[in-house]
């Protein structure tokens, strides 16, 4: 059989490559370990399971609040979980201000994948798990959302936000988000933009650009965490005040 010309060949593996990322999913057996080391010892909140068509059941931590109309929704960064981290801390910290939480486990890849770029075919399955947790919270009385979310956890947020756009969202906290947020449009709802003074350069780099969108939102802010290192480590306690002075203001 005669080769595919150079220009063919180059279009099959194209178009292979995109079957392949449009079936990918999360790689259920590590968050199955996750859940296996995290839910036993919970302290603030309840493991509760959710179900997003097309995605199957997946964990999340449900943390009751006396704002009973405004919800809290979290979202952690690439390979983790829901208790992980700033996003832990977040969540417990969120739900002593009175907001209920929710924090989903959103899709992950094997453990030695760490490239960004691959867990862009996860994305649709983020986005059902992220419309499965707004609907949770809005059934317990939630009437509007707030979204806090963390690295990867940011970018799947992105990419709902922008294809969603009737979200019933009214604030949104993104730590350590890459890129700008350009499909958005606005104005609209007000965006926290947090991120390490030290952070990656794929942070950094475009945040004016970041800052220049947040002007035609109403409330919005962006800040540079002094003490943040890459994803914010080390920042953690500024990004507590931060977002819970944010969230208050946003909620009156």
Do not use: N
Not at 39 to 58: M, S, T
Request: with cysteine.
């Amino acid at each position: 059989m005669p080769a595919l010309p150079k220009c063919v060949a180059l279009l099959v593996a194209c178009l292979l490559c995109g079957v392949a990322l449009g079936q990918a999913r999360s790689d259920a057996a590590r968050e199955q370990r996750w859940a296996d080391q995290i839910v036993p010892g919970l302290v603030v909140g309840d493991a509760v399971y959710l179900d997003a068509p097309g995605a199957g059941k997946f964990l999340a931590i449900y943390a009751p609040g006396h704002r009973t109309a405004t919800g809290v929704l979290l979202a952690h960064g690439p390979g983790l979980h829901p208790d992980h981290g700033i996003t832990g801390e977040l969540r417990m910290a969120l739900a002593d201000r009175g907001f209920p939480t929710l924090s989903l486990q959103m899709p992950v890849l094997a453990a030695e994948v760490d490239d960004g770029a691959a867990y862009q075919a996860l994305y649709p399955e983020a986005a059902a798990r992220i419309a499965a947790g707004l609907r949770f919270l809005q059934a317990r009385g939630a009437k509007r959302v707030a979204l806090v979310t963390h690295a990867m956890g940011s970018g799947m947020a992105y990419a709902y936000l922008a294809d969603h756009r009737d979200a019933p969202v009214f604030a949104w906290a993104a730590l350590s988000f890459y890129g700008v947020y350009d499909r958005l449009g606005g104005p609209g709802f007000p965006i926290l933009d947090l991120y390490g003074a030290a952070d990656y350069r794929g942070i950094r780099g475009p945040a004016a650009e970041r800052l220049r969108i947040l002007a035609q939102r109403p409330g919005s802010r962006q800040l540079a965490v002094p003490e943040g290192g890459r994803f914010l480590a080390g920042g953690e306690k500024t990004v507590l005040r931060e977002v819970g002075a944010f969230l208050d203001a946003a909620a009156r």
